[in-house]
């Protein structure tokens, strides 16, 4: 039989219910809110004019096409640089570590990058890099491949963590070295690690703008990928703040928030599908 | 040979095929040179993160200490003026310091109340539709550049709250406060969501079947249960709340003034740093990596509270 709850505990059950509702009501608005200002401030800004041309002082005109380019240019370098670091620090660890302390000094180093805030990797990326390569797309890659590294090692090491013992087992039984059964049994199977790492990484830097601001520049020059990897250029998160900031231009800063806006909701679809499907194919 | 644990068994066995190795067909040949030198390789790779923080560590305190002694750690740290461009330049952080701490408390303060109750909410009441509709939302809200936040807070914000308040100028720490709440609300949902998810089902059970409502059982059961794992969430909210740059510089009015009221156009910690680092030389430049410097052992401090937090909550699961 159930008793009728005294006063003060019927209270405490809708106030906290309230509270909690509330907060979700917040939370979902400000999502919503968010998505909604940005794209509707944002699409009817972007013109074909606008994806395609680089900004004239000419005539006046903006155009984002650079820093598009710059975009792909400094997620490629940036990538196919911090790829092979991450995972072999990822299989250094799960595959050959045998001293438990190093590996423990390992993680929490990679912690601590992971910690730390972009502008301070955009200082220690300008005295390490921009100061002696010059301010150049490079060097903001390079700054990009220091904080990404902890980000593709983790994912990379999860993936290996769920290759099971016995095909490694199995392989040295057949008489493989250490090394044979890294490259055949173990590297295959971190393969969903590395692309879900990839996914994360290309959305952090997407979003990145300070580390970048002081490491890459901000010009809006239109080139190939190496010329365009030696020479300064704006990101389309850098490009945003610029025109946002110091020119005032919030028509074309807002038709960039709406395109990141778009991509950062592809990833995070993309990062979602990747996982579910590996975890089904696992199961 | 009796076989005591497993570790020991698989030392033996290891050994043993070494040795079996080393007797058979490559001893001392071109493939165990290969095998010295591939292990040799991933080891430098595995060090190249521990590298990277030395590096970061070393490079900070060496461009950071100069300008420090320079100017006298006490007049530094604790100076309330900052006015890097006079002719008599004066070089104290006192207010960024203080800047810093109002406005992450601040975001603690309105960020970590919705957050939690949002996450009890998530992984507690809601339907599997919801929640999983619900985390998309928050990814989402994680994902979100800062300039973009930045932007919109500019926007939005701002003049909102000049507005609202009728005061000259909305850019000041209320802004920045309300931006970081929103911005560090996804990693505290995040993490406190996983928390509240891994308490065992049986402490609620128990709960439940002494007569308590379900709302009482997830409150006084199960949010102490994770509430190491909701501390690590709040720690990680300060990390990202005393690190972000760009969407501070965007609505905090960048003045260096003390935070004396919600409305003061202020400066934080890291965008002394980027506002002016484009124009500085000399000694102004050597004193905005002193702020660097100090705005890293912040963070340190807080990735130790953090390892802390976390400790605690490997150990009850184990």
């Known amino acids: 039989m159930k008793q009728p709850l005294s006063k003060k505990r019927k209270i405490y059950e809708v106030l906290m219910k309230a509270l909690m509702l509330l907060a979700v009501g917040l939370t979902a608005a400000l999502v919503l809110f968010l998505l909604v200002y940005v794209i509707v401030k944002g699409v009817p800004n972007i013109t074909w004019e606008l994806l395609s041309t680089k900004p004239s002082y000419l005539t006046g005109r903006i155009g984002i096409l650079p820093d598009i380019l710059n975009t792909l240019y400094i997620v490629i370098a940036t990538l196919v640089i911090v790829l092979p670091l991450g995972v072999g620090a990822a299989i250094y660890l799960t595959e050959y570590a045998s001293n438990q302390?190093?590996?423990?000094?390992?993680?929490?180093a990679a912690e601590i990058l992971s910690g730390i805030p972009s502008i301070i990797y955009g200082l220690v990326g300008m005295l390490l890099f921009s100061n002696n390569m010059g301010t150049c797309l490079m060097a903001g890659a390079l700054t990009l491949v220091i904080m990404n590294l902890p980000t593709i090692m983790r994912t990379t090491q999860e993936s290996l963590k769920t290759v099971p013992r016995s095909y490694r087992e199995g392989a040295f039984g057949l008489g493989a070295g250490k090394w044979r059964v890294v490259r055949t049994v173990v590297l295959p199977g971190c393969v969903d690690g590395v692309i879900t790492?990839?996914?994360l990484s290309v959305g952090r830097i997407l979003g990145e703008s300070a580390a970048l601001l002081f490491t890459a520049g901000f010009a809006h020059a239109v080139n190939g990928i190496i010329e365009g990897l030696a020479s300064p250029g704006a990101t389309l998160t850098v490009a945003l703040y610029v025109y946002a900031k110091e020119q005032g231009e919030f028509g074309v800063a807002f038709a960039i928030a709406a395109i990141l806006m778009v991509l950062t909701i592809l990833i995070n679809f993309a990062t979602t599908t990747v996982q579910k499907k590996f975890a089904k194919k696992r199961s | 040979m009796?076989?005591?644990n497993k570790k020991s068994y698989i030392k033996q066995t290891t050994d043993y095929n070494t040795k079996l190795q080393k007797k058979l067909w490559y001893k001392g040949s071109k493939a165990q040179r290969l095998e010295h030198i591939v292990h040799g390789i991933f080891l430098l790779l595995g060090l190249i993160t521990?590298?990277?923080v030395l590096?970061?560590?070393?490079?900070?305190?060496?461009?950071?200490?100069?300008?420090?002694?320079k100017i006298g750690i006490v007049d530094f740290l604790f100076g309330k003026e900052w006015a890097s461009t006079a002719a008599e330049p004066k070089y104290g952080i006192l207010p960024f310091i203080l800047t810093s701490i109002y406005g992450t408390a601040g975001a603690v303060a309105i960020g970590v109340p919705v957050g939690?109750?949002?996450?009890?909410?998530?992984?507690?009441?809601?339907?599997?539709k919801v929640k999983s509709a619900m985390q998309s939302a928050v990814g989402l809200?994680?994902?979100i550049p800062s300039v973009v936040y930045g932007l919109v807070g500019m926007l939005v914000l701002v003049p909102g709250i000049r507005k609202i308040f009728n005061v000259p100028d909305g850019a000041g720490l209320l802004a920045a406060i309300i931006v970081l709440a929103i911005m560090i609300l996804p990693s505290i949902i995040k993490m406190s969501v996983t928390a509240l998810d891994a308490v065992p089902k049986e402490y609620e059970h128990a709960s439940l079947a002494l007569g308590a409502t379900p709302t009482e059982t997830y409150f006084r059961v199960s949010v102490p249960a994770a509430k190491s794992g909701i501390a690590a969430a709040v720690v990680l909210g300060v990390g990202r709340a005393i690190g972000e740059a760009m969407a501070v510089m965007m609505v905090a009015g960048n003045v260096p003034n003390m935070p004396d009221s919600l409305f003061q156009s202020v400066r934080f910690l890291t965008t002394a740093v980027s506002s002016e680092m484009a124009y500085s030389n000399?000694?102004?430049?050597?004193?905005?990596f002193s702020i660097a410097l100090v705005l890293f052992l912040f963070i340190m401090l807080i990735n130790a509270a953090l390892n802390f937090f976390l400790k605690g909550e490997g150990s009850k699961s184990n």
């Open chain 2, 55 to 69: 590096l970061i560590t070393i490079y900070l305190f060496i461009s950071g200490i100069p300008a420090i002694l």
């Open chain 2, 50 to 52: 521990v590298g990277c």
């Open chain 2, 2 to 4: 009796v076989i005591t």
């Open chain 2, 116 to 128: 939690f109750m949002t996450s009890v909410y998530l992984s507690k009441y809601a339907s599997p």
């Open chain 2, 141 to 143: 809200l994680a994902g």
């Open chain 1, 197 to 199: 790492g990839c996914i």
């Open chain 1, 101 to 108: 302390r190093i590996v423990s000094i390992i993680e929490y």
């Open chain 2, 282 to 288: 000399g000694l102004q430049r050597q004193a905005l």
